[in-house]
């Protein structure tokens, strides 16, 4: 039961997990334990590897491997985008769509709004 539950909700599945063990063994507490438990390892070694990469930042192979990886992000967050696109259009249809990317366009571009107020405003659109 804990495996469908946890596949119906958006994230991962480990922290899922965690979580909801984390509850049954000790309530509010045991989640926060238990999060932590799950989270802090990937935080820590994350926070180490950039921390070694600032320090080589001026080496040439880490240059090569930073500009490197750069067009496969750019990839990843283009299909994003596509995938996110379909399913607002799906979803909402082509009027509602195309006036948040006109919107979007022109607050980001022209009156400089900070993208996270974006972002905010049109979850709250959403709904």
Known sequence: DMLAIANALPGPIATKMAGFIG??????????????????????????LFKFLHLFKDSPKIKLMTKSIQPIIAVLLAVMAYQFLLTAFEKSGILHLTLLV??????????????????ICTLIYGG
């Open 23 to 48: 509850y049954q063994m000790g309530g509010v507490f045991g989640v926060i334990v238990a999060l932590i438990a799950t989270i802090l390892p990937s935080a820590i070694a994350v926070i180490l």
């Open 102 to 119: 006109v919107i979007s366009f022109f607050a980001l571009g022209k009156w400089k709004v900070h993208p996270s107020l974006l972002i």
